[in-house]
């Protein structure tokens, strides 16, 4: 299932940043994606718990191997 968590840290410069991160965990590969806004995270946490009990959840479905990137540059 999809957790939210707070993240905060300090960045080099001083400057104290927060954000969400959505943890997706799910056959042994644990996902996090970053959000700016609590809402946003919430939204997309839906979206992907739906998508888990509907079987359509593809957690590498946007990624492209070295080898996919390779053929499309040489053609």
């Known amino acids: ?19 969400f991160s959505v943890n997706i965990e799910g056959e042994g590969n644990r996902q996090r994606r970053q959000f700016a806004t609590r809402r946003e995270a919430e939204a997309y ?7 888990v009990k509907g079987g359509t959840f593809r957690p590498d479905g946007g990624r492209i191997t ?3 990137t390779a053929d499309r540059f040489l053609t």
């Open 45 to 51: 946490r839906l979206e992907i718990e739906g998508q």
């Open 66 to 68: 070295v080898a996919e």
């Open 1 to 19: 299932m999809a957790t939210i968590r707070k993240r905060t840290w300090t960045t080099s410069s001083g400057e104290i940043r927060t954000a």
